[in-house]
């Protein structure tokens, strides 16, 4: 979304807990809500975010303007496919890329990020930075309006943000979006490690202030951002109605009826693990083009089956679907062949997660261990055919640093590309470690959902795994569920990955500091946590040694096991137009529409 977050079929929680209205939830900390209900906020079982080259355009080939069609353009609407049952599509709780494809949809952030991959204006007209680059004010549009009609301005976003500073939301991008805020520490409660408050949160020390008449946003951070005009474009910078959210809880986000927006389309219809059906807003003021936006309605289809939506596909139902079945991928022609199956790449890395909570992954040596046990050019050209690629580091391929890449001007490769030297490696570790062939180490359950690659990937990890005598067995889960579990810690090894939400490395590897709310795996490590915090300069060259010095103590670490850098793949109709795919991986729909 990343995001941005991760999607269920590529990239990233929660059981169904509260159906349909009449079940009214009473106010708790959402802290404790996550920790009782396993679940985040997710009234119907809802579905997280993470990117591609810095520059790079992002059309996919698919994209064209409604002007440009040489056919008729049907304004009935289209129908596609990129998850199921999201976790929530609440902008500060969503962390999946999925859900965060759908809030860009019907949200509008200040500003927004064009098919160039460029920061332009949203619900903001216009924005400067002062010269110390600290302040940053956002002029608001004339007439903008909340989907039910009502105003909005500046004052919306202060208390969106505010509400995303509370520690009670447990926002898990919080500290990634506002961290670099002034205030944003004392609005948090000056949280400990593990995130939890020390003292009482006094969120209005945040410096976030709107003006008396709402035409101006005024943002003071507490060290430079370049990227921060990225940040505010950002899904989950969305603003959200202080009414509806204090008068329906956490329930808000989880019916047509209350789930008031801002966005260029709106939700009308919502059939959990079946569809949601979005349609224009009559109400919309903002950065996208409003004569382009052609198509009445949009249809997401919410299915967690990968062979009904290839179905839905070549039915004709659906114009563009995500979850391609991987046996029938030998068999599809790519776009630039002529045909419809398109491959992009996207800033993202696939990793698996180890509960370091748990007793099992104390041990640094084990934890390596288990990274060189995989033959990782096994993994991306034979199970993953070759649609993703080997991962060496936790941070991939085209994001950038002052120098070019960041990958190329580190310490990567942290992992060899001699997986026979690597095994051997692994055994040894393993009983330096105390575990000679195994021997006294306990079995490991595999947490996953079954999508893409997914379950493939979690059998080839029980073979090689017991090439070093360990047992791993495997829960397979549905989307919904999978996250919150994984989010909870109740899991001993996931399946994990992060799309990015902005090219600086920091996006991923903020993702490892102790009290981040996307660290699932609860890394923490003080100087790693100190590297990250040096980073925060204005001083470009050091900003950027510093995150190389924070991956080279996590890659020590066995912090995670990066296994493949993404890119997506998907179904597009040619009927589709106007579309376009980013390389934070999100599909750009506002546009689209079917070419008759």
Not at 42 to 60: E, F, I, Q, V, Y
Not at 122 to 135: C, K, R
Not at 310 to 328: C, H, M, R
Request: charged fraction near 20%.
């Amino acid at each position: 979304t990343g995001s941005n977050i991760e999607a269920a079929g590529g990239t990233w929680h929660a059981q169904n807990l509260i159906q349909g209205k009449d079940i009214i939830m009473k106010r708790i900390s959402r802290r404790n809500f996550l920790k009782v209900a396993g679940v985040g906020a997710a009234a119907l079982g809802l579905a997280a975010c993470g990117g591609s080259k810095s520059g790079s355009t992002a059309t996919s080939g698919t994209a064209s303007s409604a002007g440009s069609s040489t056919g008729s353009v049907s304004t009935a609407g289209f129908t596609v496919q990129y998850g199921s049952n999201p976790e929530t599509l609440d902008p500060a709780l969503n962390s999946a890329v999925d859900g965060g494809n759908t809030i860009i949809t019907v949200f509008e952030t200040l500003l927004i990020i064009n098919e160039n991959n460029e920061a332009v204006p949203g619900q903001a007209e216009s924005w400067t930075t002062s010269e110390d680059g600290l302040t940053w004010t956002f002029t608001m549009r004339d007439g903008l309006k909340w989907s039910d009609g009502t105003d909005l301005n500046a004052k919306d976003f202060e208390y969106s943000f505010k509400r995303m500073a509370d520690p009670d939301t447990a926002a898990p991008y919080a500290e990634t979006c506002l961290g670099m805020i002034d205030g944003f520490e004392e609005a948090a409660g000056f949280p400990d490690a593990d995130g939890n408050p020390t003292v009482e949160p006094n969120l209005d020390a945040l410096n976030v202030k709107a003006s008396d008449d709402g035409k101006t946003l005024t943002i003071v951070l507490a060290y430079p951002c370049s990227y921060f005009d990225k940040i505010v474009a950002f899904a989950a910078m969305s603003p959200v109605q202080k009414a509806t959210v204090e008068a329906n809880g956490d329930a808000w986000c989880t019916s047509p009826d209350t789930y008031v927006c801002n966005g260029p389309f709106m939700i009308t219809e919502w059939t959990p693990s079946e569809r949601i059906v979005l349609t224009k807003n009559p109400n919309y003021v903002g950065g996208w083009d409003s004569s382009k936006i052609v198509s009445e309605s949009i249809t997401l289809l919410l299915l967690e089956d990968s062979s009904a939506s290839f179905a839905a596909y070549n039915s004709g139902e659906a114009q563009l679907i995500k979850d391609v079945p991987t046996d029938e991928i030998p068999s599809l022609t790519k776009a630039e062949d002529g045909g419809d199956f398109y491959v992009d790449t996207i800033l993202g890395t696939y990793y698996v997660s180890l509960n370091l909570k748990r007793d099992a992954f104390k041990d640094a040596k084990v934890r390596r261990a288990l990274s060189l046990a995989i033959d990782r050019d096994y993994v991306a050209n034979t199970i993953m055919q070759g649609t993703y690629s080997t991962a060496d580091s936790i941070v991939g391929p085209g994001i950038v640093d002052e120098n070019g890449y960041f990958h190329d001007n580190g310490n990567a490769p942290y992992i060899s590309a001699d997986y026979e030297a690597n095994l051997a490696e692994a055994k040894k570790l393993l009983a330096d470690a105390g575990y000679p062939n195994g021997e006294g180490y306990p079995t490991l359950e595999y947490s996953t959902n079954d999508a893409g690659y997914h379950v493939p990937l979690a059998e080839y990890l029980q073979q090689a795994w017991s090439d070093l005598g360990i047992t791993l067995t495997i829960s397979k889960m549905e989307w919904s569920s999978f996250t919150a579990a994984r989010r909870a810690g109740e899991y001993d090894v996931a399946r994990n990955g992060w799309v990015m939400d902005y090219n600086d490395p920091s996006n991923m590897l903020d993702l490892f500091c102790s009290g981040n709310g996307n660290n699932v795996g609860k890394y923490s490590n003080p100087e790693f946590d100190a590297a990250i915090e040096a980073s925060r300069v204005a001083d470009v060259s050091e900003h950027f040694a510093q995150l190389h010095k924070a991956e080279d103590i996590l890659m020590e670490d066995t912090g995670c096991l990066p296994i493949a850098y993404y890119n997506d793949y998907w179904l597009q109709s040619p009927d589709l137009k106007g579309t376009w795919h980013s390389p934070y991986g999100y599909w750009y729909l506002q546009y689209g529409y079917i070419e008759e």
